[in-house]
């Protein structure tokens, strides 16, 4: 089994910064793409960024520019680095993560989400 834990999350204004960390543990034998999604009230959970084991990115073009994806791979960790949040960044952030268990097999995991509010 695997487990993500997201951390980071909370209320700012408009304008503002956050940074959200996400840390893979468990059964891990290599972690292959790993992304953010958000999911805000009313609404279906979409892709925010995502990034390759060799840190190819890519973001929704209503990110892009302000918002940042990263990870370390020797700490099984990834990160989203938020700037010039807008109030319709309002979301709960959810981390997700290909992991490769071994015998075990690859599974897509997801963390248990991460509540992001802008205020205007």
């Known amino acids: 089994q695997v487990q993500l834990v997201e951390s980071g999350g909370g209320l700012v204004q408009a304008g503002g910064s956050l940074r959200l960390s996400c840390a893979a543990s468990?059964?891990?034998?290599?972690?292959?793409?790993m992304g953010w999604y958000r999911q805000a009230p009313g609404k279906q959970r979409e892709l925010v960024a995502t990034?390759?084991?060799?840190?190819?990115?890519n973001y929704a073009d209503s990110v892009r520019g302000r918002f940042t994806i990263s990870r370390d791979n020797a700490k099984n960790t990834e990160y989203l680095q938020m700037n010039s949040l807008k109030p319709e960044d309002t979301a709960v952030y959810y981390c997700?993560?290909?992991?490769?268990?071994?015998?075990?097999?690859?599974?897509?995991?997801w963390g248990q989400g991460t509540q992001v509010t802008v205020s205007s």
């Open positions: 468990g059964s891990i034998f290599r972690i292959n793409a």
């Open positions: 990034i390759t084991t060799g840190g190819s990115t």
């Open positions: 997700n993560a290909e992991v490769d268990s071994g015998v075990y097999g690859v599974r897509n995991y």
